[in-house]
């Protein structure tokens, strides 16, 4: 049986809240009415004048709605009413969330008591993830980053600094993971020796896993790649000896950098460079991420988004 609704509102809405109940009905199949209170502003309904128009509705409906304006607890109205009584919103026009949230969300909407868009968050992240689990996309670092957004997947950096303990390092990711970013990348700047920056990078993976890695010491890269310790190299360009060196089946990203260590300013060589990288990537065992690399705004950025769009195109 499709659900019985009451709206109650004043003498001066009822011609709103009426037009946006029909709307509701054409959309949802629904029993909408709309019930008029006898008197003229909606948030000044007494509430003993509620309770007598709820008893006059018991039995009638599954969900009663009344103006969200209202200045005292709804608290014990149910009982009179015999169904859920929730809180509309300030504005009339908002009552058309009903036909949103669906069956299913009306359920929610009676736990919680008043009609409002954070009920649709629910409804919205649940679509997300179908989404998500619906779509192409490959496994990073543990995490499933959809081939062509939404979802975004959030890889925060953790500049990994001499001066700071490996504990300290270590406690940052954490906090980082925690505020909901999905993968770690440890950054690495020049100076570090490389045995050392190993020791930090173990208790760094023993705290929370292994984490993706830019640095430029090719061999410190090579070696943490073979250790275990990184799940994601960072960035492979034109004549890096990585190629060659990492284990076959680590992932790497590839971007659009000569061996001048130049971007082609051309969209169609950055592009053509950087399908290059990945194919070479591939035939070395290696799975590639291609990064077009976006410039900052005065330095190519409409030109960097069109390479990024062909590069959509052109690499699955």
């Not at 709307?23 to 909606?42: C, F, M, N, Y």
Request: charged share 30%.
């Amino acid at each position: 049986m499709p659900p019985r609704i009451a709206l109650v509102t004043g003498k001066r809405a009822r011609n709103r809240v009426e037009s946006v109940a029909s709307d509701i009905r054409r959309a949802t199949g629904w029993t909408i009415d709309v019930v008029e209170a006898p008197i003229d502003v909606a948030s000044l309904i007494p509430r003993d004048m509620l309770e007598d128009i709820l008893r006059g509705l018991r039995g009638r409906y599954d969900l009663i709605i009344v103006p969200g304006t209202l200045s005292y607890s709804l608290d014990g109205l149910e009982e009179a009413a015999g169904a859920p009584v929730v809180r509309g919103p300030p504005d009339p026009e908002s009552l058309r969330l009903i036909a949103e949230l669906g069956e299913d969300g009306l359920q929610r909407l009676a736990e919680q008591g008043s009609l409002s868009p954070s009920l649709m968050l629910d409804k919205w992240l649940e679509e997300l993830r179908r989404h998500h689990l619906s779509t192409p996309s490959v496994e990073v670092c543990s995490v499933r980053v959809p081939v062509r957004p939404p979802p975004i997947v959030v890889a925060a950096e953790v500049f990994v600094r001499q001066a700071i303990s490996a504990e300290d390092i270590a406690d940052r990711a954490e906090e980082l993971l925690e505020r909901g970013a999905d993968i770690i990348v440890a950054g690495f700047g020049q100076g570090w020796e490389r045995e050392e920056a190993l020791r930090v990078l173990r208790v760094l993976v023993d705290r929370i896993g292994p984490v993706a890695l830019d640095m430029s010491d090719k061999v410190l890269a090579r070696n943490a790649a073979r250790e275990g310790l990184s799940c994601l190299t960072l960035s492979l360009s034109e004549d890096d000896p990585l190629f060659n060196e990492l284990p076959r089946g680590s992932q790497v990203v590839v971007i659009p950098l000569d061996s001048s260590f130049n971007v082609p300013r051309s969209v169609g060589k950055r592009v053509e460079l950087l399908e290059r990288l990945a194919k070479r990537a591939q035939q070395k065992g290696l799975v590639p991420i291609a990064d077009p690399m976006v410039d900052p705004p005065g330095w190519g950025l409409a030109r960097s988004v069109a390479a990024y769009l062909e590069a959509s195109e052109r690499l699955p």
